[in-house]
């Protein structure tokens, strides 16, 4: 009798397919006892840019800091590229997702940018020319290689902004979490940095209120309502449906049209900024 053929060999464990973010009914209560988060599902895929909308108190930020084990999920699992957010995965968690926080100085802390950059991956061990040219890799690609020795308290908030996405991308994150990344910055400061999310290769999740900005830079977005998934869909269609938005109490800028393509010419993309003033009403 002949022996039955063995199995065919498993797939490798990690390579290829697996996703960059991969959230299964994640549940959360803070120590006071406020449950921010009930069940939330989210898979994103390498490469992908997700823009994560929702009101205020909705879960996003709760979210975020699960995603590199700031918080540690009540119930559920939270998978970066295949590893378990768990202790013993912190280290390389950290260094796979990089999170920028929506206020630059709780990122800079350094008398100089040069150091604040070269902070994370000089813990990591890293030294000599191997670092600095790093360091001068990471500014040159959020445009802010002539500031290197400023202190960053005497940059502006749009620089400081993108110093503090030096500071993560120095690291080589695959994946980059901007916690409302266009907040306070003015129509170039918000054009320039969308160029350079634009311009990086890696998987972003993008917490947002800026809509526009959203569909600008997002293909797709979710919407988070009372720490639930409430919608996962291209953000054009997310924005255009009215009684959607409205029910999660999103609310588009005056004026702006989701369904009005932007023109990739970049000259004319400039000149119809900001974008409450395009000249294109939405009866409502
Ligand atoms: N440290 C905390 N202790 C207790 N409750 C908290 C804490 N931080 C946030 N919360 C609560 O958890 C819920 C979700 O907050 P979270 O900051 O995640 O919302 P968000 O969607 O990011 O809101 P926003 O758009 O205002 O930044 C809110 O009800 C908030 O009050």
Redesign the pocket.
């Known amino acids: 009798m002949t022996p039955p053929p063995p199995p065919p060999p498993s797939p490798p464990p990690s390579l290829g397919f697996v996703p960059s973010l991969d959230v299964r009914g994640l549940a959360y209560a ?8 009930f069940g939330v599902d989210l898979t994103v895929e390498r490469g992908e840019r997700v823009a994560l909308l ?12 699960h995603l590199n084990g700031i918080l540690t999920a009540g119930a559920g699992t939270v998978r970066v590229a295949g590893l378990p957010v768990e202790p013993a995965n912190l280290a390389e968690i950290r260094r796979r997702v990089g999170i920028v926080f ?1 206020d630059p100085d709780d990122q800079l802390f350094m008398p100089t940018v040069r150091e604040d950059v070269a902070f994370g991956p000089a813990a990591a061990g890293v030294r000599g020319a191997e670092l600095e040219e790093a360091v001068r890799r990471a500014l040159r690609r959020v445009g802010m290689a002539e500031y290197a020795d400023r202190p960053p308290h005497h940059l502006s908030f749009g620089q400081r902004r993108r110093a503090a996405v030096a500071t993560v991308l120095v690291m080589e994150p695959e994946i980059l979490v901007l ?2 990344p266009s907040s306070n910055l003015d129509p170039a400061s918000r054009r320039e940095l969308a160029d350079v999310i634009r311009s990086l290769d890696v998987t972003v999740l993008m ?1 947002t ?1 800026d809509l526009p900005y959203a569909l600008e830079l997002c293909p797709r977005s979710v919407i ?1 309502s009372d ?1 639930v998934v409430a919608a996962d869909a291209p953000t054009g269609d997310l924005l255009a449906d009215e009684e959607l938005m409205r029910r999660h109490r999103l609310e588009l800028p005056f004026g702006f049209d989701p369904t009005a393509r932007p023109t990739r010419n970049p000259r004319a993309h400039r000149a119809v900024a900001p974008w409450g003033e395009r000249p294109t009403p939405r009866e409502s």
């Open positions: 803070y120590p006071d006892g406020h449950q921010a988060l929702g009101p205020n108190g909705a879960g996003k930020t709760t979210l975020a800091l929506q916690d409302e917490v209120h988070l720490g």
